[in-house]
């Protein structure tokens, strides 16, 4: 199963692992990472996520197919889908928009003060 791991994560711990990376040519899993839960939450509202749900796995669709997947018009979903791929979350070639993978892990810590 093809996953990435959603996180929260400072900037500098990302590239730790990137540098770490690259010196032991050992490709790493699959993440994207937020710099703060705000963002996190702000980024995959609900209505967000659900669209993720119903790309996952399901290789390039067009906007109305996933507008008819989630139920909802395509206005509000092209607005969904832009705020998506600026994140960085999906990708956008000929055949249409592609979130490439098959499940998601969400991992983060939620610490006092």
Same mark, same amino acid.
């Given at each position: ?11 500098? *711990?990302? !590239?730790?692992? =990137?540098?770490? &990376? ?9 993440r994207? /990472?937020?710099?703060?839960? *705000?963002? !996190?939450?702000? =980024?995959?509202? &609900? ?10 796995? /399901?290789g ?52 006092a003060?």
């Amino acid at each position: 199963m093809n996953t990435v791991t959603i996180e929260v994560r400072t900037l500098a *711990e990302t !590239l730790d692992d =990137v540098v770490e &990376a690259m010196e032991t040519l050992t490709p790493s899993e699959p993440r994207i /990472s937020f710099e703060t839960p *705000e963002l !996190l939450w702000n =980024v995959l509202t &609900a209505k967000r996520w659900e669209i993720l749900k119903a790309m996952a796995g /399901s290789g390039p669709l067009a906007l109305r197919e996933i507008a008819r997947r989630v139920g909802r018009d395509v206005k509000s979903v092209h607005t969904d889908i832009h705020a998506l791929l600026n994140a960085g979350l999906i990708n956008r070639s000929a055949e249409g928009f592609r979130f490439p993978y098959d499940a998601v892990h969400v991992d983060f810590l939620l610490k006092a003060g």
